[in-house]
């Protein structure tokens, strides 16, 4: 097994303060090995973007810690992170806010690579755009003449700017079409075989994440429920919730389909009560 | 907790109260040397001068002499006029109901006009629309001084239907009140509706295009109980706000109204006071704008939270 | 088994064709006539200010008491003399000059600390914000005017100090503004996107937020510089302003003054002064236009019946039959784009609903599906035309007449929409609303209502029905709102059910409880429904027949055994493709 780039200890994450306070991020921990993809995948409410987020710099860690080849990174100055830059880099989830849409393509691309001081950055922009499948002269046009597809594709190519070691993907074929969806997990693939960046692949979708994962993490509120080889998380889970999820997600295949629904309600009668009882709301967090 | 959050309220208000006050107050009473050769006369000598500014207490320092003050706000005196030795609140007490009565028909009649002329241009649209989106930007754009002397023209003097100046008091006479305060009103309230009447415009827009308003009409709910049960009621929130922030306007305006008028309204007594120097009287003016606003807008704050069950959490 | 994407596929897909490039601000502004006209008149008083040398006839404290009330195009004075023989142009002209600079003090001012102080609180929040917002409120909570009076008894008769404080007092408007776009701006994934990538706070705040926050700036100054000059014309009209330099202000006082004896002279400085600040206003508002808006406007009933009536109907060859609970025939929707043309959106599109059927209505995104939807219930956005086609229910044709849709929507045709939260209206309990709804669609009795309501919900698997009737929708989690929303789709006993996609904003396992739910409410009730969605393993769960879209056009439709089975478009091919690409395959264990 490759040297574990990224490991994440006992992170705690809580925001507010006082009575108000609420931990989304309850001792976490899990490594990143260099060229692989680890996922995390949880419903609403299990953290997993908030983790992604505090990896980033960009949700503060109330405790634990957060390593990048033993060197920690989190809660450190802000300049201390800026170095860092180049070795984490992040895809988001939504193609429309993620550009700003008075630069163009060019501008959006070059600006990693100004900021991390490397002179003549423009030359690089092509080769950007071609290793994402996007024609050269995208560089003069703005974001809002492309589709959300090839917007993605543009945060994938600013993502790769800076040739960094890992790639923190939050949710990033969520918001896509399922036809767009497999054209950019199939350019994520091509990419790691390429390039052997490792990607933390964060999604609420079991289906998406074991057709793109070496290993899974399933999260629970806060707490990892379940971490091993894709293979067995998804067709042999130990853990009950990982179980429900994994029969929850609809095939498209109607006889299938039926077969599930038969073994998931048997399973869940036999379980007991299905539901949560009726909460006061939660906290949007993720 | 409701009562927690108007307490909250409460304490934000006086805290604004008192740092209004405190500023106000610095400004005004800062220059004491310039205070007293006002109330003596510009050729006064310097010493006499700075008797004078003893005289008067202005030699203390601001804070001392703003604590004095405050005293006096919470025991009921006001301190005296430099120039006619006339206790601050006698003054005002025969003035202040003149304004009241001013802004008060303005906002109620503000109040009315402006829901129902926002709210028709925001569901019928079209040309009713248009017509009242031109209206509302000339008439909030002209200054009320200006209308108020246009009225003055077009009503007082070219066709004299109302008096161009004089004010009678409510008590003493109803109709003669409205006769003299008629055209005053209208001044102030022309201004008032365009500019309200565009917010609330706004505001019901905005809830019609909001996904609820849509399940609610797929639901089956007819137009009519649709807007005014649900559109309203989400729109007035804002239609508060804006009213509060129009009674503020409308203090301002009176100051020109009154004087253009010549009614004997608080307006009228700060101008002349601050011209003269009396610094006292235009303190305890300031007092009682700041009062007025600060109690509109805690009404407006408690109808808020009634109306909208999300606010009163916070 | 899987087809995945060829690398080729990926680089033939090419953007869309360039818009065209816009012109520079200016000259969209001088193309539209208003713009054209505020800009002339204000470049007018600009120049009466400048010239005011040339332009005066005479100095303009010159008194004449020859021309003592001289009225207009006397000779000498254009526009008449004041109650000192004091030419009326000439000192409007020089006026315009203290005028000009004490707008632009307001601007200043009020610039420097409204958009610094509205940048730092909503970049930095915390207190920062806290501070700015409380010193804003306390600004707002005094009228102007009462504080410039109060000012004048320490500073006299000075209108530059009398503005600059006025400048502080309007700060607040820009505080607010440019904390909220701030604000906004700071919770887009781009500034995120910045600081992952390296960028200093200095270098987001000038890249990225600045510009979003020029465009309001610019907007507001033009009404700021108007409060301007309507307060210094106040100020001055009430004596607080420098009795010997002529400003229009003091030639307003004057003339009102002198009313009586010469009432047309309040014309010249009120027309001044008005039009000044109405061109600016009116230039705002262009302003706001050209910037914020996307230049699309909604058509007039007028030009909508137009294209109602020109577009080719296709002929109906009879009433469909009435083994169909709804049966939708050549379907055309639009909407109106910038430039005034209109685009098609769904093209002519039949389907039919059988009693107890539930058809799926499958499609990516810009397919039509939701349009479908939405005109089955008449609940297409304003600016939506229905450019042909009918709707047959029982026998009529929705589409033909408003009043019967009015009166199918809700008590024939249910609705279940995507997002639960936005769709419960925040100002009721959830029993109120309900009990409404469903008493605007049945006769009956309040308590009647109520029961009925309270049973529904319990079947619709919410405990507690009773505790969750009293309380607001911001009290409630995502999946019950949406149990909620299904309760009252329900409730008066539609035949059919239209649901927008009822499943993609919960989470899975949530997903297929509700699912479970909408399965067993049809086959208890013989309820239709026609479920869109993008998802075919929803498809494959629930329905009995689907219907695939693309691009506004139903592409294949099949009971669902033979969709899956042996698609015959390619498209479809394609979407099961990618669809099972991502599943999780049961392994021959």
Not at chain 1, 150 to 160: K, S, V
Not at chain 3, 42 to 50: D, E, G, I, R
Not at chain 3, 116 to 122: C, E, F, I, Q, R
Not at chain 3, 266 to 271: F, G, I, R, Y
């Amino acid at each position: 097994m490759s040297e574990a780039i990224l490991s994440v200890k006992d992170l705690v994450v809580t925001f507010g303060a006082g009575r108000t306070a609420k931990t989304v991020i309850d001792h976490v921990s899990f490594e990143l090995h260099a060229g692989e993809t680890l996922s995390l995948v949880g419903e609403s409410g299990s953290g997993k973007t908030t983790i992604g987020r505090a990896i980033l710099g960009l949700a503060p860690v109330s405790g634990g810690e957060v390593r990048f080849r033993d060197k920690t990174i989190s809660n450190t100055s802000r300049r201390e992170r800026r170095k860092t830059a180049h070795d984490i880099q992040v895809v988001f989830q939504d193609p429309y806010s993620s550009l700003n849409p008075s630069m163009t393509v060019e501008d959006i691309l070059v600006e990693p690579l100004k900021v991390a001081g490397i002179a003549d950055g423009r030359s690089r922009v092509r080769k950007l755009l071609d290793s994402v499948g996007l024609p050269a002269d995208s560089g003069s046009r703005f974001p809002k003449e492309f589709s959300g597809g090839q917007r993605q594709r543009i945060a994938i190519a600013r993502a790769l700017a800076l040739e960094p070691a890992v790639i923190i993907c939050d949710e990033p074929t969520s918001a896509l079409d399922v036809t767009t969806q497999a054209k950019v997990l199939e350019l994520l693939r091509e990419l790691q075989e390429r390039t052997g960046v490792a990607y933390l692949f964060i999604s609420h979708d079991l289906g998406v994440v074991n057709s793109i994962s070496d290993r899974i993490a399933v999260l629970y509120q806060g707490h990892i429920v379940e971490l091993g080889e894709a293979a067995q998380v998804t067709h042999h889970p130990a853990h009950d919730y990982t179980r429900r999820l994994q029969m929850s997600a609809p095939v498209a295949d109607p006889a299938a389909q039926r077969e599930r629904r038969e073994q998931r309600l048997a399973l869940f009668a036999a379980a007991g009560a299905v539901e949560p009882a009726p909460a006061i709301a939660q906290q949007p967090t993720v | 907790m409701l009562t927690m959050s108007i307490l909250k309220k409460l304490a934000r208000a006086i805290a604004v109260f008192l740092v209004v006050t405190f500023v106000t107050f610095c400004m005004m009473f800062g220059n004491g040397a310039g205070i007293a050769r006002g109330v003596l006369g510009l050729d006064a000598q310097p010493s006499d001068v700075q008797k004078e500014v003893v005289k008067l207490g202005l030699d203390q320092p601001l804070l001392v002499q703003y604590g004095k003050w405050l005293l006096g706000v919470v025991t009921g005196n006001l301190g005296q006029s430099y120039f006619t030795g006339q206790s601050v609140n006698e003054a005002l007490a025969s003035r202040v109901p003149v304004t009241l009565s001013l802004v008060i028909a303005t906002l109620i009649l503000t109040l009315v006009l402006s829901v129902a002329i926002g709210v028709t241009a925001a569901i019928f649209g079209g040309w009713i629309d248009r017509v009242v989106q031109f209206f509302t930007v000339l008439g909030a754009a002209v200054p009320a001084f200006i209308i108020a002397v246009g009225l003055v023209f077009a009503f007082a003097i070219a066709l004299p239907l109302f008096p161009a100046t004089g004010y009678v008091a409510l008590s003493d006479d109803p109709t003669a009140w409205l006769h003299s305060i008629a055209l005053p009103v209208i001044a102030l309230l022309i201004g008032s509706v365009a500019s309200a009447a565009a917010q609330i415009r706004g505001a019901v827009l905005d809830v019609q295009g909001r996904d609820f308003v849509r399940t609610l009409r797929a639901r089956g709910i007819p137009e009519g109980p649709l807007l005014f049960r649900h559109v309203l009621r989400s729109a007035s929130g804002p239609g508060l706000t804006v009213l509060s922030l129009q009674t503020i306007a409308l203090l301002g305006g009176a100051v020109f109204v009154e004087q253009i008028f010549a009614l004997p309204g608080i307006g009228q007594l700060a101008n002349t006071s601050a011209q003269q120097g009396d610094v006292p009287i235009v303190m305890g003016i300031v007092l009682v704008t700041i009062v007025f606003v600060l109690v509109v807008n805690l009404l407006g704050d408690l109808a808020n939270a009634a109306l909208n069950p999300k606010a009163r959490t916070r | 088994m899987t087809n995945r994407p060829t690398t080729e596929f990926m680089l033939s897909v090419t953007p869309q064709p360039t818009p065209r490039r816009r012109r520079p601000l200016i000259v969209r502004l001088l193309m539209k006539p208003e713009g054209a006209i505020t800009i002339a008149f204000l470049l007018f008083v600009v120049v009466l200010a400048v010239f005011a040398w040339v332009i005066a006839p005479v100095p303009p404290n010159l008194t004449d008491l020859n021309t003592v009330n001289a009225p207009p195009f006397s000779p000498g004075h254009p526009l008449g003399a004041d109650q000192s023989g004091r030419d009326i142009l000439s000192r409007l002209a020089w006026g315009s000059q203290p005028t000009i600079i004490g707008a632009l003090i307001v601007l200043v001012v009020s610039v420097l600390v409204g958009v610094t102080s509205g940048l730092l609180a909503g970049f930095f929040r915390g207190k920062a914000e806290g501070v700015g917002t409380f010193v804003s409120d306390v600004i707002m909570s005094l009228p102007g005017i009462v504080l410039l009076i109060a000012l004048y008894t320490l500073t006299g008769p000075n209108i530059p100090a009398a503005m600059a404080v006025f400048g502080i007092l309007v700060a607040p408007t820009y505080f607010r503004l440019v904390r909220s776009v701030v604000v906004n701006v700071r919770n887009e994934l781009y500034v995120d996107a910045a600081r992952v990538v390296g960028l200093s706070n200095t270098r987001i705040i000038g890249r990225h937020v600045l510009w979003a926050v020029r465009g309001p700036v610019i907007i507001q100054s033009a009404f700021i510089i108007a409060a301007g000059i309507g307060i210094q014309a106040g100020v001055d009209f009430l004596g607080l302003g420098d009795p010997k330099q002529p400003s229009w202000g003091t030639v307003m006082q004057d003339a009102f003054n002198n009313i009586y004896n010469n009432p047309v002279g309040v014309w010249w400085p009120a027309l001044l002064i008005s039009l000044t600040i109405l061109s600016l206003v009116l230039l705002g508002n262009i302003l706001r236009d050209e910037l914020q808006s996307t230049g699309v406007r909604p058509l007039s009933n007028r030009s909508k019946r137009t294209l109602t009536r020109d577009s080719t109907a296709r002929p109906v060859k009879a009433v469909p039959g009435g083994e169909n609970v709804i049966a939708i025939r050549g379907l055309k929707v639009a909407y109106p784009q910038a430039g005034g043309t209109i685009t098609e959106v769904v093209h002519g599109v039949d389907l039919d609903v059988k009693p107890g059927e539930i058809h799926g209505l499958v499609g990516e995104s810009g397919s039509g599906k939701s349009q479908i939807a939405f005109s089955t219930l008449g609940i297409l956005p304003k600016e939506a035309i229905t450019l042909s086609g009918s709707i047959w229910m029982d026998g009529d044709d929705l589409l033909a007449d408003g009043k019967r849709l009015a009166s199918a929507r809700g008590s024939k045709i249910g609705y279940v929409p995507q997002e639960p939260m936005s769709n419960l209206d925040p100002s009721f309990t959830i029993g109120a609303q309900l009990t409404y709804g469903l008493r605007a669609v049945r006769s009956m009795s309040k308590k009647e209502a109520r029961a009925e309501l309270l049973a529904l919900l319990t079947r619709v698997g919410i405990r507690n029905a009773e505790q969750v009737f009293r309380m607001y929708p911001h009290e409630i989690s995502g999946g019950m709102a949406q149990r909620v929303l299904i309760c009252g789709a329900i409730a008066s006993g539609p035949k059919l059910i239209v649901a927008d996609e009822p499943t993609t904003a919960l989470d899975v396992t949530v997903q297929a409880e509700v699912l479970e739910l909408l399965r067993e409410l049809s086959r208890e009730r013989g309820l239709a429904m026609i479920l869109v969605t993008h998802n075919l393993g929803v498809v494959a769960d629930i329905c009995d027949v689907v219907s695939v879209m693309r691009d506004g056009r139903i592409v294949e439709e099949a009971d669902v055994e033979s969709l899956f089975a042996s698609p015959k478009q390619a498209y479809t091919q394609e979407l099961l493709a990618s669809s099972r690409s991502v599943e999780i395959i049961e392994e021959a264990s």
